[in-house]
């Protein structure tokens, strides 16, 4: 495995990921001011609702692009300490394959399942 890839690939999706954060905040902060300026109320309901939505589908991204980057975090901790490519839980290598497909993958399939089990 090569650990400076895998790291120049984390750091890179995680850039990715934070500029993704910054575009939804500038984009967060302007429909908030729209709909402040909107008056009177009642008369826009549906644009409104339309406005609220879309915050919502934003606030709904940035919170997955926020857990991503806290998964992405916890594997960069993980290849300092020499504990990449096993599972947080049982300890147990996660498997090529699977980190190949997530390579920010902290647990492994069976933990991960079960964890999911459990939400
Ligand atoms: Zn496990």
Not at 73 to 92: P, T
């Amino acid at each position: 495995m090569d650990r400076e890839a895998l790291k120049r690939q984390l750091f890179e999706e995680r850039e990715r990921l934070q500029h993704e954060i910054t575009e939804l905040d500038a984009e967060l902060s302007e429909s908030l001011e729209d709909s402040s300026e909107e008056s009177p109320y009642d008369q826009h309901m549906a644009e409104t609702a339309a406005v609220t939505l879309d915050r919502e589908i934003d606030l709904t991204l940035e919170e997955n692009a926020r857990a991503a980057i806290a998964q992405i975090d916890r594997a960069l901790q993980k290849l300092e300490d020499g504990s990449y490519g096993h599972c947080d839980k049982c300890g147990k290598e996660i498997g090529g394959e699977r980190l190949s497909a997530a390579p920010f993958a902290s647990l492994c399939i069976d933990c991960k399942r079960l964890e999911e089990r459990s939400r």
